[in-house]
């Protein structure tokens, strides 16, 4: 019998086989009847010779042969004439995800017949339960569940890492980095002013040297002056 606890991907098909018992397609319902009363599975297999044919079930061939006048009036009837109106069939080389989609998309009538496994030749391998098919794909479910909570414990560390790497290279508050900046800029104002206030004192001494030359009035001297004696008491504050 399959393990009922199965919960990871068998690589074998075969692993999941409950049993083979089965009865002749010519055999009389009152022997497949006493049959089933040796086991307790719900579905034997219906062979001719050793091909399959189909599924006989317990609880049909005992409402058949239990109604009324039920078993004197078919208790030599064939099993052939009692079997299930279909079988879900799969074959060993079938992927898994193929194979629980094929069962689980059965009618709601069929979903929970069990389902017979072939070889690559259609030879009988056996019965499985659909229960077991049932506990698989929960199994199958719940390991990819923890396969992606674990993935995400893995993406929320390394998004933890990399914010603590973030912050210490900009550990500063920002009010001091944009003082920071703001003093760069006011050190750089008054370089360039000074540059200016330079170029001014220049201006002026060749301006009163044009006007000592040129004849130009005092007032235009004067004006220069306090340009610079402005620009020199910015700087010094």
């Avoid at 360039?192 to 060749?206: F, I």
Wanted: aromatic share 6%.
């Amino acid at each position: 019998m399959p393990n009922s606890r199965l919960t990871v991907e068998p690589s074998d098909l075969r692993q999941l086989v409950a049993h083979r018992e089965s009865v002749q397609a010519s055999d009389p319902l009152e022997a497949v009847h006493k049959h089933f009363s040796k086991h307790e599975y719900e579905f034997m297999l219906v062979l001719d010779g050793e091909h399959f044919v189909g599924l006989c079930e317990r609880q049909k061939i005992g409402m058949v042969l239990g109604a009324r006048f039920g078993f004197a009036m078919h208790s030599r009837q064939p099993v052939r004439e009692a079997m299930l109106p279909e079988a879900t069939i799969i074959k060993i080389n079938q992927p898994l995800a193929e194979v629980l989609a094929t069962t689980f998309s059965r009618p709601n009538s069929r979903l929970y017949d069990d389902v017979v496994l072939l070889d690559e030749a259609d030879g009988v391998l056996g019965v499985i339960f659909s229960r077991t098919l049932v506990r698989l794909q929960n199994g199958l479910f719940l390991e990819k569940i923890l396969q992606l909570e674990s993935q995400q414990r893995e993406l929320n560390k390394k998004n933890e890492q990399m914010e603590g790497e973030v912050s210490l290279v900009f550990e500063d508050p920002l009010e001091e980095r944009e003082a920071a900046i703001s003093g760069m800029r006011t050190r750089a104002a008054r370089s360039s002013l000074s540059a200016a206030c330079s170029t001014e004192a220049k201006m002026a001494s060749a301006s009163r040297w044009a006007m000592v030359r040129g004849g130009m009035t005092e007032d235009f001297a004067a004006r220069v002056g306090q340009r610079l004696s402005s620009l020199t008491s910015w700087l010094d504050g």
